[in-house]
């Protein structure tokens, strides 16, 4: 039951800090508010040290990365390590261009995240580019479907061995895995693949929930990826027919907002492989 | 007929890369998707180079420019113009700095862009500023009107003439001309001027448009103003009493994800001259 | 009666140039076009004093904060200050960061601002960092309730007076003073600290109030602040029970966008000590 890690972080109100993109930044922070966490952005390298000491997680997404915030998020990222703190990577656009693809390898190069959240060519990206074919078939389809489920499970739960993170993989089919286990969620609606930012908020969220349940990275990690898909379902469910893609965002935060424990555990569509 | 125009965008997905300000930059994003294309933000002149090789089309507006970013816009300038893509170029605030100015025409001298789109303030400043004064008559008023329309449209083919671009005009009426033909288009809502970025909301969605209609720049520009002036129209129709410009900016977003070629046929207000 | 403040701004549309983080800066626009104001932003140092030139107040937020843009703060400020204009400064996180402390305290060293706006905690950072501790007391609680209400006054009066700024500290009960007089204003609900960026806000349209209304900078502030607080109320009101914070956020922007002096003297909660 996953509703408890939601709980957890209504109590805890973690703090999280956040170098994430320009594009989506407004609504990582209000579906940070809304899931009860609290967020802080800061990506200048001489701000990054002071500010992630004072939270409790961090969330690195390298979206319109630029060299001055990479140099942010490597000092951000050793000083959390440093502390002890959740980290969590959104590779966002690795496998789009080289400085993205390097910035998110030289990343895991130094640290050990506590998850890596991102679409399936993304991860791809990361796996291929390590330099190492362990775990990863370039026969994946980008896709994850009922087909290549077992194959996805598999190549999903290899690369967390590797990187020892939890690794999450988001689309029409979410996986959500360590080395030994993976949750099949089914949660969530194509309409949100038409609103940018789901991905950037789902990992803002995903940083809340596991810096609130730190001894439960997978569940909580997990939850937040059930939490998000069930948000897009209640959600769609009060768009007005001539509503579209800009209510729909506002939607899904506001259903985060009154989301509890209970809710999500009568919502949430997984089993764990 | 402009209609189909939009459909080609549903139909293809253009994707366009967005060198864009951050202040309007996530409703860029949402109604790129709304109309049907696919946006990515980048601005890292080590990036740009990478991610506008992936897409068909470059949209640079240069508000909250800095001097990272207009390396940035140099650079992916370059490379899309090497690869034949379409580009757009938004002129946010040419006129009120010099450095906007400046950089405006630099980029004009570099490139030959698809479409220049446009307030007629920004736009006379481009035409002064390029140290030339054919077609531009100081006596033009800012606002186009009714009564000064026969010479703003002489003065926005000519400048279409000059520079090779499609330019667009927008305003209360708006002007979409190369150097032959003018459409002057009506549509649109006086409300939409107290909604922040409409302007580079244009800009992002013309830049999809045009991409997904490479032969026919002139219509698929006109097109895009249409739908957005249509949206506005539609948008406020849906407005409660109690709802303003906030409210207002994602229900012309909506109106955009939910029109199609029919509906932009019948509610497109437009003449060519 | 504060509503004649409101009014001017609608009357006058005062140009507002806005250093402000990337986070909330969207918002923050369109409610400087909703209580009738207009916005620019610009941060790049060789971009900000031809673009302050133009306006009639600055407003700094050192929120997101970086070398660049601390760069274009000092420049902008010393600008705004050789011409006369209105000044606020919010020192977002000041107290979080040495680097955010030392750039508000350095920003106040070379400017008298018109208005310091910020929460207690960012407001005692900043009173106890500038090296003196007149006024300043540690056991004043970090939230200002009916208890410790005269202290609070007290306090923030003393800072106004070492600084020459209007004081505004936002919060359950806020307080807006010079010298001699504090606003103690109760409008607002709790649900708005679940929203990102209402500080933020209210910093943009307090900057709008004083600049329309330069010779009651006290009044004006205390105007933008009741007005801020009575569109929250206005705000919630209209809220279905599946709304959240993000629709919220919506909602108090067009609050703003419908109020009329009438509608804020009717409203307005506050007492002056």
Redesign the interface.
Known sequence: MLGKYLEEVRKKTPLVHNIT???????V??IL??CGGS??????P??VE??TS?CGGLNINI??????SIKGMKRAVKKAQELGHVTLLDPV?AG?????TETAAKLIEINRFTVIRGNISEIKALALGSGTTKGVDADIADAVTQDNLDEAVRFVKDFAKETGSVIAVTGAIDLVADAERCFVITNGRPEMG????TGCQLSGMMTAFVTANPDSALEAAAAAVCAMGLAGE?GYS?L?D??????Y??????????MDGKCLDEGAKYEVR
């Open positions: 993109n320009y594009v989506t930044v407004n609504d922070a209000n508010l809304a967020p802080i952005m800061s990506d200048e001489e701000d002071d500010i004072i979206g319109t990365l630029n060299k001055r656009g789009a261009s080289r400085l993205r038409r609103i940018t930012g209640i009060h007005a001539y509503e579209g893609n800009s209510t965002r506002n939607r899904i935060i506001d259903a985060i907002c009154h």
